[in-house]
Nanobody
């Protein structure tokens, strides 16, 4: 069974950067699609970024983070990353990584098979 652990969250000022990590154990996640989600208090879980490796790397982003966030993965290290730049207060949330085998709607949390417990990101001055 695959276990996912997120790290790298914290408190950052507006305009700052953070890099989140998603470390997998228990199995390789080479054949999985990886999604990053976030959930702020009182809001639904929102798909932020997605990465799929089928020969070429395919990435998708929510409109709210395009141009600021970059998703990547290192299969050799069983780790995925979310580089977040130009952070805004509205980016504050708990960030989760999740994986799924099927290539379907990446924004739907119900399509994912495994989840981490999340890491808190707070953007505030």
């Amino acid at each position: 069974q695959l276990q996912l652990v997120e790290s790298g969250g914290g408190l950052v000022q507006p305009g700052g950067s953070l890099r989140l990590f998603c470390a997998a154990s228990g199995s390789t996640f080479n054949h999985y699609c990886i999604g990053w989600f976030r959930q702020a208090p009182g809001k639904e879980r929102e798909g932020v970024a997605y990465i799929l490796l089928i020969g070429n790397v395919i990435t998708e982003y929510a409109d709210s983070v395009k141009g600021r966030f970059t998703v990547s993965r290192d299969n050799a290290k069983n780790t995925a990353y979310l580089q977040m730049n130009s952070l805004k207060p509205e980016d504050s949330a708990v960030y989760y990584c999740a994986v799924k085998r099927l290539i379907n709607d990446w924004r739907n949390p119900d399509n994912y098979d495994y989840w981490g417990r999340g890491t808190q990101v707070t953007v505030s001055s």
